[in-house]
């Protein structure tokens, strides 16, 4: 009987300390586990940060991509518009041109009259000084002939003179139309780099033409060259030269041609 009590007393001793072994492994594991928890929770805030911060950018890329969408449409309908003004101008321009060939061709004609009446008066007055002529009504009608190409000789000049000044004006017009002012200033406004573009805040209106170079600066530092290749009537849309890129070009940088 005390055997069996003895055997009885350790069974149960070695019941307790196996469920304190047990218990300390379940309150161990708990802790694991609750450590564990813990860290994906914060892995999972982590996450959706990260997750939200991904739909914000991906909202303003959004909004980037559809600016950009409207400033090209834009753009292209500045480009329509441009090419139509371009066309009335290339018209006009073409116009003059053909207005300054006439009246070159009628200076020359004008000159040619011009050298005719002065030979011929020249002839004449020749003619009074060579020939013995006593007639004095043919003297008379001499002197009326002389004194009227005199006044034709002076009408031809004042005609070639005025024919001088349209001619210059015409040509200066015509510069005026198919030049872009030496020493134009303006600005970047739209900067267009994955296709290569700016938009300038000057356009027909300040006599740009299509093919000009202008310089850009930044803080008075080079940037690059670009040349035009459409124009509006206040702003023009021009092509990047990479051959001059220093850096990329930004709105608010300077242009000059």
């Given at each position: 009987?005390?055997?069996?009590?003895?055997?009885?007393?350790?069974?149960?001793?070695?019941?307790?300390?196996?469920?304190?072994?047990?218990?300390?492994?379940?309150?161990?594991?708990?802790?694991?586990h609750l450590?564990?928890?813990?860290?994906?929770?914060?892995?999972?805030?982590?996450?959706?940060?990260?997750?939200?911060?991904?739909?914000?950018?991906?909202?303003?890329?959004?909004?980037?991509?559809?600016?950009?969408?409207?400033?090209?449409?834009?753009?292209?309908?500045?480009?329509?518009?441009?090419?139509?003004?371009?066309?009335?101008?290339?018209?006009?321009?073409?116009?003059?041109?053909?207005?300054?060939?006439?009246?070159?061709?009628?200076?020359?004609?004008?000159?040619?009259?011009?050298?005719?009446?002065?030979?011929?008066?020249?002839?004449?007055?020749?003619?009074?000084?060579?020939?013995?002529?006593?007639?004095?009504?043919?003297?008379?009608?001499?002197?009326?002939?002389?004194?009227?190409?005199?006044?034709e000789n002076?009408?031809?000049?004042?005609?070639?003179?005025?024919?001088?000044?349209?001619?210059?004006?015409?040509?200066?017009?015509?510069?005026?139309?198919?030049?872009?002012?030496?020493g134009l200033?303006?600005?970047?406004?739209?900067?267009?780099?994955?296709?290569?573009?700016?938009?300038?805040?000057?356009?027909?209106?300040?006599?740009?033409?299509?093919?000009?170079?202008?310089?850009?600066?930044?803080?008075?530092?080079?940037?690059?060259?670009?040349?035009?290749?459409?124009?509006?009537?206040?702003?023009?849309?021009?092509?990047?030269?990479?051959?001059?890129?220093?850096?990329?070009?930004?709105?608010?940088?300077?242009?000059?041609?």
């Amino acid at each position: 009987m005390n055997k069996l009590g003895k055997i009885a007393s350790i069974v149960v001793i070695a019941a307790c300390i196996g469920s304190l072994v047990l218990t300390f492994m379940v309150a161990k594991m708990k802790t694991e586990h609750l450590a564990r928890i813990a860290d994906l929770d914060g892995q999972l805030t982590a996450t959706k940060a990260t997750l939200a911060k991904t739909e914000n950018t991906l909202k303003l890329t959004q909004a980037d991509l559809k600016k950009t969408k409207t400033d090209l449409d834009q753009a292209n309908v500045n480009l329509q518009a441009t090419q139509v003004a371009l066309n009335q101008k290339t018209q006009e321009a073409d116009g003059l041109k053909t207005q300054l060939a006439d009246t070159t061709q009628q200076l020359e004609k004008t000159k040619t009259d011009l050298a005719s009446v002065q030979d011929t008066l020249v002839k004449i007055q020749k003619g009074l000084a060579d020939a013995g002529i006593t007639d004095i009504n043919n003297i008379d009608k001499l002197r009326d002939k002389i004194i009227s190409l005199g006044e034709e000789n002076k009408i031809l000049g004042q005609q070639l003179t005025s024919i001088h000044t349209e001619n210059q004006q015409l040509q200066a017009k015509v510069e005026e139309l198919s030049t872009t002012p030496v020493g134009l200033r303006g600005h970047v406004s739209v900067v267009e780099g994955k296709w290569g573009f700016i938009v300038m805040d000057v356009g027909h209106d300040h006599r740009v033409q299509p093919n000009s170079e202008f310089l850009v600066y930044r803080d008075s530092k080079f940037i690059g060259k670009v040349q035009v290749v459409s124009v509006a009537a206040q702003d023009s849309i021009a092509q990047i030269l990479p051959d001059y890129l220093q850096r990329p070009p930004q709105p608010g940088d300077i242009v000059v041609h």
